[in-house]
């Protein structure tokens, strides 16, 4: 693994299923984001977790929850998938420190019908 | 409320140059980043600015007024591999980053 993976690349799922999109950074960061990205809007953030054991509430979170049991994996569930949460799901990580800039994961495309 | 502005769409031709402007108005200030975003793909890191001036990095610069809310990219000797979208971020008083929509740049031969 070299940065951040993330899983399924892509995904339709029926409204009302339940999803685990996951999240894998071996940069040994503390801090790691998940945010979606729809057509015309700027990136949201969904939930972060600035190190191993906490989680934090970002600005578009109804809908998912998130755990951070270790450093390197921070999955993002669905519990009940709706229409209006068909978007691009980025996971990202930073080292957490001033400066530092974000690393993002290559993406989750998911259409939910 | 947090708001990022940036133009949705610019058109430059090969070899010139461009500006890309970004006004925010957010809560707290902690830092305002650059990323390059191809089509289908993730955002890369493009520049940090924390302090007012200018930095610059290759054919790339970035400046930043704190007191205007202001930020620019400046691309030069521009490329069609400059093709892409541009997102301005800024990180807030809850060390949060808030991104503006993106501007698309599209590069003419």
């Known amino acids: 693994i070299a940065g951040i993976t993330q899983a399924p690349t892509s995904q339709i799922l029926a409204a009302g299923r339940r999803m685990t999109l996951r999240c894998t950074q071996d940069?040994?960061?503390?801090?790691m984001y998940w945010y979606r990205q729809d057509l015309g809007l700027g990136l949201r953030l969904i939930h972060y977790s600035n190190t191993a054991g906490t989680t934090g509430k970002g600005e578009v979170p109804d809908g998912y929850s998130v755990s951070r049991a270790n450093t390197d994996d921070f999955p993002l569930t669905l519990a009940s998938a709706v229409p209006s949460q068909t978007s691009v799901y980025f996971c990202?990580?930073?080292?957490?420190?001033?400066?530092?800039?974000?690393?993002f994961g290559p993406g989750t495309r998911l259409t939910v019908l | 409320g947090q708001n990022i502005d940036q133009p949705t769409e610019m058109t430059a031709t090969e070899g010139a140059i461009v500006q890309i402007n970004c006004t925010y108005q957010?809560?707290?200030?902690?830092?305002l980043f650059w990323y390059q975003q191809h089509a289908g793909e993730a955002p890369t890191f493009l520049s940090y600015n924390v302090l007012d001036g200018l930095e610059e990095k290759g054919r790339f610069s970035s400046f930043l007024s704190r007191s205007k809310g202001y930020s620019y990219l400046l691309l030069k000797e521009l490329q069609m591999k400059d093709s892409a979208s541009y997102l301005c971020?800024?990180?807030?008083?809850?060390?949060?980053?808030?991104w503006g929509a993106g501007t698309k740049l599209i590069i003419k031969p």
């Open positions: 990202a990580s930073s080292d957490g420190t001033g400066g530092d800039e974000q690393f």
């Open positions: 957010t809560s707290g200030f902690n830092g």
């Open positions: 940069m040994r960061h503390n801090a």
């Open positions: 971020a800024v990180r807030d008083s809850n060390y949060q980053l808030i």
